[in-house]
């Protein structure tokens, strides 16, 4: 495990987040439009707290999405700031808690909190573990040509190369096949 646990599911959460923006999906969609969509989301990658399941809760939670695509386009030392503000922002006052299954961890918020600043202080303070840990190398871009999707690369070798969204490795590793048959045939 090169991340604590909650470090981890909350950088997944992140990555998804940030993958559901049109400039990130491969087929230029916004997968988060609506609160079916959001829904799905929240499936996957469920948070504890408050909820209100409105449009002004979506509203603000789609909003965070470019603020942490932003941490992908970056080097380690300019998602400093980044990070500070978001803490800043979601006025976080970091507290160990242990509730349901999950054993101790850390809370930046009040689980009254709205969900969006709860979302992105989560997302904050997994960056932080990034940084302080030295493992900025494992946020990535997909190299696939025709992917732009987000992720982090959880290996323990850093040797991943393509996101999970779009089927990019097999498609990619498929494409050199054909071109390495080709220019045999050639």
């Not at 909650?6 to 559901?20: K, M, P, Y």
């Not at 948070?47 to 789609?62: I, M």
């Not at 030392?77 to 503000?85: F, K, Q």
């Amino acid at each position: 495990m090169v991340f604590i646990h909650d470090t981890e599911i909350s950088l997944r959460a992140a990555a998804a987040l940030v993958n559901t923006l049109p400039e990130t999906d491969i087929d230029g969609i916004d997968r988060l439009v609506t609160q079916a969509d959001f829904d799905a989301y929240l499936r996957e990658y469920p948070y504890t707290g408050t909820f209100r399941r409105d449009d002004q809760e979506l509203t603000a939670v789609r909003a965070n999405r470019p603020r942490l695509l932003a941490l992908w386009n970056v080097g380690r030392d300019s998602a400093v700031p980044l990070v500070n503000a978001m803490l800043r922002d979601g006025h976080a006052l970091p507290q160990l808690v242990i509730h349901d299954e999950f054993d101790w961890h850390i809370h930046a918020t009040e689980p009254d909190v709205p969900l969006s600043v709860r979302m992105l202080v989560e997302s904050a303070m997994a960056f932080v573990d990034v940084i302080r840990s030295d493992q900025w190398d494992r946020v990535r871009i997909c190299d696939a040509d025709d992917c732009k999707s987000v992720y982090i690369d959880f290996s323990k070798n850093r040797s991943k190369r393509y996101c999970d969204t779009g089927n990019c490795g097999n498609r990619m590793n498929v494409n050199a096949y054909r071109r390495r048959r080709a220019q045999r045939t050639a």
